[in-house]
């Protein structure tokens, strides 16, 4: 054993440890994370109170190892380095470590894989096995073996008794706590953690470098750069309400309505998908040579874009870049062949050899043309390595054989980057294969083509379930074509009116097709999953004809948030290749397996509070009643008083202590803000945003003057609501709202119990309101 030594350093394989006796204290980093725990001290708990332990000796007994001796009360405590782990064991089984842990927005709070649970797979689409007879990329993962229903997100800096891991988005690595660690949000420093470990003999801290690769099956990771792009987008797209039959009328029309109604509330681009290019009699894609040829767009791409920046929003297209029909005659060389050395095809087109020089010359010309109409959004269909990944194509015909097909397809993309430029949105349509794009999309839609029945949208909630853990950490997620909460059709009037492809799908889809649409309880679910995990807003409705109650459900629920996944792991997807959409098909809502979460979990911190913002859905067909601990399904403390305002009904539902009873509909979903009881006047809601965090920039109670006080962000001209708990014992002294330079609002107040619901018109500049409380003396 050597000497003793103040301080004693041990380092081994990226750790070090720094053992300092005079100040008690113990700091823990990694070479590439630098501090993980700093000043941690040693505790015994007596009665649920900790007293520190101080005079100990610390001792280096080897590279890898030191230990603690304690004399009063006597103790030792042995710390243990090893590749990915440190290990710490104590002769106390009291004894408890707290320190404080960096947690940046670099390093964020998480849920990791948890190898117990049950099995479930990973997957995309399989378009790459139906239309290429390749392989399917499907990946192991698992659900949570403790409350797999509970899927969890975070917006804003967040902490919760039942989340124990951290994860660096930068290094790409998991720092995992046992169980009986509490990492709690310091409320001095919001970068850093309160942490509690309870030793109880033996705990460990290990390290998973490499996660989204090495663990979860990702092939490449970086930190998903934000800077242009703070927060995921909405987007309507054609597709799904009008396929390849989109006209520029059609557009025009949806463009309109969409900056009327929906441009106030974050709604950004436009994004027509297919049937701008194609020739009369060919399904065939040239991209940027057909659009006045079949008459569907006469005035032109330019003048298409250019109409949608007019109303102050933003052109998108779908593309598929792999295949091009425009040189079959003159460039027969720049084409893929099998090996009969017939052409290979990509959505009824040639596909492109992505290593010859022409065609690179050809991307640049085709993105450059594209970017000079005035595009800023492009969907890339059948997104993937076609050399790579499709076994018909013949590798010996390539033009340059030597390259990776993977790198090549990488530097294509970097291509298309180096012409279109960073402030320009991509998403990508990986076809079922690795996503190899990430790094260069901002967003993937790894999931199946939805339809407008509930059944139907479950390919959205599929797309979540198994791709949130990607959301705002490696690339955004886009969860299907769209969203359509139009109301219900009756299969019989739908053919009088719809295109055939769309009754086509459907029926194609979906045995028990009734109609198309859904319920008002069916909407709430869709726009509460799309908005409360901060995927993508995809829009597909004919927009004009939505009525305005369901626009109401979208005006709710927009714009996106920057929530972050905390569950780092796939849910699993259930419409991959070997739970096709053939025997989706003959599902019923009632009996079709799967593991979408009951149970959302947004934990927020923001300037609207800390709280926790939770949607309760139901997927069966009948209402269903149950009872949730707050402790066990939402991390909450135990013995503490909880406001619960229900959002969609715009009321306070009660103050419950530990647990509640909720009753949802049939395919209803049921959003609660739940607020911690501080025994005085608090904001507990409002109408504008389903996060109650949007609008709210700033608040602030001063207890000298028994004030409460905000700053609100509004829409002109639509009603906004605030609501406040007012307990027993405050009585309002004084009410103000105004707006820009002291324009005075009128202010309707309500009172109803101890909640009293505000109301002023919005207005274009933020509005301050303020209230002044008589307190009775107890």
Known sequence: MQPLLN??????????????????????????LGILLQHMRLNIENNQQLVSLNGWMAEKISQQQ??????????????????????????????????EAPASNDRIVANVIDTKGMPVTWAGTNEVVENFQGTETRTPSYLASKNPEVMTFALGQVSSANIHSLFDRTHDIAIIFSDNSLLQRNPK?????????????????????NYYTHTLGLPFYSRFDDSEFPVAPVVWGSWTSYYRDTREKDIVRNTDWLAANLKPYGFKYVQIDDGYD???????????????????????????????????????????????????????????????????????????????????????????TLKGWGFEYFKFDGEFALSRYAPLVDKTKLFDTTIDPVVSYRNRLQLIRDVIGTKTFLEGCPAGTPLNGIGFFNSYFNGADVYNTWLGSYALFNAINANAFLNHIAVYVMPGEGIDISPFTSLAEAKKKMPARYIYTAETSEDSLKGFGVSMAEARTLVSFVSLTGVVYPLTSIMPELPNERARLLKMSMPTMPVLPVDLFSRGSDMSANTSWEYFKHRTPDNYIHNYPEILNLKVNAPSGIYDVVAFTNWRSEKATRKISFADKLGLGSGIDYIAFDFWKQELLGIFRDSLELTTEAHDTRV???????????????????????????????????????????????????????????????????AGKNKIIQVKK???????????????????WKIRFNQALK
């Open 750 to 768: 309500e009172m109803a119990g101890n909640a009293l619901k505000l109301s002023f018109e919005g207005q274009q500049e933020q509005v301050k």
């Open 278 to 368: 194609n020739g009369k009699d060919s399904l065939q894609h040239t991209w940027i040579e057909n659009w006045d040829t079949c008459g569907l767009f006469p005035k032109g791409p330019k003048w298409m874009a250019d109409y949608i920046k007019s109303k102050g929003l933003h052109p998108g297209l779908w593309l598929v870049p792999n295949s091009y029909a425009g040189a079959v005659t003159t460039h027969a060389e720049w084409y893929l062949r099998d090996k009969s050395a017939n052409l290979i095809y990509d959505y009824d087109t040639p596909t492109l050899d992505f290593t010859h020089p022409g065609v690179q010359q050809w991307l640049r010309k085709l993105f450059a």
């Open 66 to 99: 030191f230990a603690i001796n304690v004399t009063q009360p006597a103790c030792a405590i042995l710390f243990n380095l090893n590749e990915q782990s440190l290990t710490v064991s104590s002769s106390s089984a009291k004894l408890v470590l707290t320190a």
């Open 189 to 209: 420093q919001p970068d850093m953690l309160d942490v509690k470990i309870d030793v109880a003999k033996n705990t460990v801290i290990r390290l998973l470098p």
């Open 7 to 32: 301080p004693v350093i041990i380092a081994y394989a990226g750790w070090t440890i720094t053992a300092d006796a005079t100040k008690g204290t113990i700091d823990i980093s990694y070479d590439s």
């Open 672 to 738: 609660l803000q739940l607020h911690p009881l501080i025994g005085r006047p608090q904001l507990i809601g409002n109408s504008r945003h389903i996060t109650g965090a949007f609008s709210i920039l700033s608040l602030q109670w001063n207890e000298a003057k028994k004030t409460l006080e905000g700053l609100s962000a509004t829409i002109p001209g639509d009603t906004y609501d605030l609501f406040i708990y007012v307990p027993d014992g405050f009585d309002i002294a004084k009410l103000t709202a105004t």
